[in-house]
């Protein structure tokens, strides 16, 4: 809402600073940051809340302004509109549920022509362009008043029938700016002889506009439907400042006091003489102000300020409330024009924001502390510990965006269907929520080309369809470049160690498509659950991203990951050396390493470890811990455990030991 | 006495001068010092001296003690000087090797700090979906259909076509405030819920606005919560985060689902005040929007607004993330170059 200053002060003086106004007015909820200079003149830029459509007029923020300075703003005085003289008869059929209030009025004989240049100029430093004296009054008290209002050109209306319907559906309208649609179904329009000549709300129509040569004028404030004209609105996608204000809803008590003023400047400066009665769907004495009660206990329990109640009385007189003090509650009378009061609270808020929030004393809250478990409770104490794992091993937290494209999923041989989809998304790089990290790791692979080595994780949620039974796991993804499949693996070992997780089954991936390498890839399983997939990732989705080197990931789910972890057990350090010796065995190919080493642990007790060392084309050393915790093993013990750990791995793996 | 004490003396730092290795060193302190040695002798001999004497000449034997003992020592240090000197220069300054270590995101690290704030004011964390209904995004919160209360908050929406859902009805959360209806609709007061969460937007993206970002919701409901409390706990969260001397002031606005409605603004950390980039040139940068729970939000979670009252508010995890580090364009927090991670 463009407020110039001058216009602010036809109705309240206006003695502080303009920085220091411009902050007091945000403080109080009319939210000002800027202001311009135009012609001269200075210019307000006040954001409006959609709940005070009555800030939507200069003299509505003039009110708020007087509040302020402490006093209240001057009324503009409206001048009864003279019984008619001329003879311009018009009726409307208007339905209630489309306009709850109609007002309107027929001038005969008037001279269009400019409107005078204190007019203009006001006009232009809101940016609205002058027309002609009629159309210009129309606006001007629309923007001073806040209710809007329309003026049609008597002598084109077909008939001095109109009615006020919804439309069917494919009625043609051409608006004043001319341009031309075929309608939807349900707009408000008016039409006489049946064509529209009106679309309610947010456009007059070309055929009944006003011209230079118009004579005779036909003058409508309607209050309509704000469900009806915000849908209208957004079907046709066109907005004007009149379906603004009607959106929000515009004060039906303040539409008569609107057509008096209009009817006042369009006598005063285009002439003519009222030709008909005022039409008024309503009466005036609908509109009498409403009683709203707060109790002043209620007040001074909730804001906690030390407040006299004369000080609230004053508050809410200055905000036109009318306030009356009885036993303990205060009396409001809320004017039409404050829809936004309807309960306790609103009036509380009232004397919270006049005195001023950054005038109260700050306190803590004085209640307890609630020790069962919320629902939707989140335990980030395990979030934490995954990160610092990670960070601890040496990866780089990366957290990237939710949103994906079809082209990335695609790259990614990821499946579309499962990918939760905007119906109207910003672009479409971000149409798809992810069903997967890894993408995004990829991307960052390319970000840091210059990087040889590069270890990066994130830790967030994953979203699957369908949308019926969505679900959003959070997972702890990892990408190393530069490295090799013991990195990664190595990652994942130390993960499962930190977090106390047993012995676990790897499976390999196999499928085709997706993001992983079908052979040189595995699944994680822990009893029945997957904790997740580990290893080099698939050289087609490589391709895809234009990545030329191997690249090795991980993506576990964090529920699986937290519900298998454990709480450390103490074991005593044992009192007595350990025997330790190397082993070199020729390992036959497809043997894995780590069942070997499983297999060697599970020969006996008193084997407390046993390590890889040393790799040599197909000749593994393995370092063995024998120990008991209890005395010193002599070499004949060893040597015993030895011989079952050789047998054990020949019959099982056909290993022979090289002497 | 006196002149036998002075010979071993003079005779022992003597040898002790000549000692070639430790292990002589430690034969000489041991023929002098140990418990048979011969200034151990001279201590058993003092209770045979007359009284008068005794005094002095224990002194004596403590000093030739003493003497002995420092010898040594500074022996110690002569013979090992081969390893306490330098063949070459040794540089000090030479770069040190760091252990590959790892970072966490800036926004990590925040967003613990901030919970960490809460936890000490006895808030409990809580998570839930993005993937969310219009009844809990909008509706619960008092955002009646067919609103321009909706239009601050642009929305996209999911698309409906084979599902359930009617059109419109499943949005991208379009803030953290969708757990209010949820938590309040399964549990009952007193309690305090802080949620962090990813929250999504129709907007076009540039330097200060992005689709995605990140907000962390408080939430309170308790018996006769006043309004002070909220401005105290914004005060006391702010303060915390941004160190006792952050300015704070307070403007009203307007949410559906808080009655009074306020904007906390931060002064502007980067410029102090002065005007920047960072905070539009105003000084001042919104950083909690919050207010008093509005009794219909209450009443249709099933809490009776005459029993229970509380406040509710926002922290722009995002946006304190940039104010803390200086960052001067949202999209760095999500892009993944590890020139800016490795900043953190």
Known sequence: ?659 | MQEKIQNIKNEALAQIMEAKNRSELEKLRISYLGRNGKVQEIFKKLKKIKIEERKHVGNLANGAKKAIENAIDEKKIELASDLLNLKEWFDLSMPGKKNGIGYLHPQTQVLTEILDIFKYLGYQVADGPEIETDYYNFEILNFPKDHPARDAQQTMFFDTSGTKYKPGEMVPRTHTSSMQGRVMERTKPPFKVIVPGRCFRYEQVDASHGIEFWHVEGFTVDKNVRFTDLLGTIEYVLKSLFGSDAKIRFATTYFPFVEPGLDAYLQCTVCSGKGCTFCKRTGWSEIMPAGMIHPSVLKKTGIDPNKWNGFAFAIGLSRVVTLRYKIDDLRILHTPDVRILKQF
């Open chain 1, 1 to 659: 809402m463009k407020v110039p200053f001058t216009w602010l002060k036809d109705f309240t003086p206006v003695t502080l600073k303009l920085s220091e106004l411009m902050w007091k007015m945000t403080e109080i909820g009319i939210t000002t940051e800027s202001c311009k200079k135009i012609n001269g003149e200075v210019v307000l830029d006040a954001e409006v809340t959609p709940n005070r459509p009555d800030w939507l007029s200069i003299f509505g923020i003039a009110r708020e302004v007087a509040v302020l300075h402490g006093s209240s703003a001057k009324l503009p005085k409206y001048v009864e509109i003279p019984s008619p003289t001329g003879n311009l008869p018009i009726k409307i059929k208007v339905d209630s549920g489309l306009s709850g209030r109609y007002v309107g009025v027929t001038i005969e004989g008037i001279s269009a022509k400019p409107s005078p240049a204190w007019m203009q100029k006001r006009l232009k430093l809101v940016s609205l362009r002058p027309i002609n004296n009629l159309v210009d009054i129309t606006n001007y008290v629309m923007l001073e008043l806040g209710v809007p209002i329309h003026v049609f050109d008597y002598d084109k209306f077909l008939s001095n029938n109109l009615s006020m319907k919804l439309s069917k559906g494919g009625e043609k309208f051409t608006s004043v700016d001319g341009l031309s649609y075929a309608l939807p179904k349900n707009c408000i329009i008016i039409e006489d002889e049946n064509r529209v000549i009106d679309l309610c709300g947010i456009k007059g129509g070309d055929n009944t506009g006003i011209s230079n040569s118009t004579k005779n004028i036909f003058i409508h404030v309607p209050i309509y439907n704000p469900v009806l004209i915000r849908k209208t609105s957004q079907r046709l996608k066109i907005s004007s400042d009149a379906s603004y204000i009607y959106e929000r809803g515009a004060n039906e008590g303040g539409a008569l006091d609107s057509l008096k003023r209009v009817v006042e400047l369009t006598l005063k400066l285009a002439g003519g003489k009222v030709a008909s009665e005022v039409i008024d769907t309503r009466n005036q004495g609908d509109y009498k102000p409403k009683e709203l009660t707060v109790s002043i206990s209620r007040i001074k329990d909730i804001l906690e300020i030390d407040i006299e109640n004369k000080q609230i009385i004053n508050i809410l007189k200055q905000l036109n409330l009318s306030p009356t003090l009885s036993a303990g509650r205060i009396i409001c009378l809320i004017p039409s024009y404050r829809s936004d009061l309807n309960i306790e609270e609103d009036l509380i808020e009232e004397v919270a924001r006049i005195y001023g929030y950054n005038n109260f004393p700050k306190t803590l809250p004085r209640g307890s502390v609630a020790t069962e478990k919320l629902p939707y409770y989140y335990d980030r104490n395990f979030e934490i510990k995954l990160k610092n794992i990670m960070q601890g091993v040496g990866y780089y937290e990366t957290n990237t965006l939710a949103l994906t494209s079809k082209v990335t999923i695609k790259k990614s041989q990821l499946n579309l269907d499962n990918h939760v989809k905007i119906a109207n998304p910003v672009s479409l790089e971000y149409e798809y929520m992810r069903t997967s990290i890894i993408p995004r790791l990829l991307e960052a692979i390319k970000i840091n080309s210059d990087e040889e080595r590069l270890q990066l994780f994130e830790y967030n949620k994953i979203y699957f369809g369908p949308l019926d039974k969505s679900k959003e796991p959070y997972m702890l993804s990892a990408i190393i470049k530069g490295g090799k499949y013991i990195d990664i693996k190595g990652v994942v070992d130390t993960l499962l160690e930190k977090l106390q997780i047993g012995k676990f089954n790897m499976k390999p991936t196999a499928a085709k498509k997706g993001l992983w390498h079908p052979k040189k890839s595995g699944v994680i399983e822990m009893k029945k659950d997957i904790l997740g997939t580990v290893g080099e990732l698939s050289p087609l989705v490589l391709q895809n991203f234009d990545i030329k080197e191997k690249l090795f990931a991980l993506e576990l789910d964090v529920y699986t990951l937290s519900k298998h972890s454990r709480s450390a057990t103490f074991h005593t350090p044992a009192k007595y050396p350990a025997q330790i010796e190397d082993l070199s065995l020729v390992i036959p190919k497809g043997v894995g390493i780590g069942k070997l080493i499983s297999s060697i642990k599970s020969v006996s007790r008193l084997i407390s470890n046993v390590e890889l060392v040393d790799t040599y084309k197909d000749s593994y050393t393995f370092r063995v811990w024998y120990q008991n915790p209890r005395k010193t093993l002599t070499d004949k013990d060893v040597k015993n455990i030895r011989s079952k750990i050789l047998k054990r791995i020949k019959v099982l793996f056909g290993v022979k030991y090289k002497v």
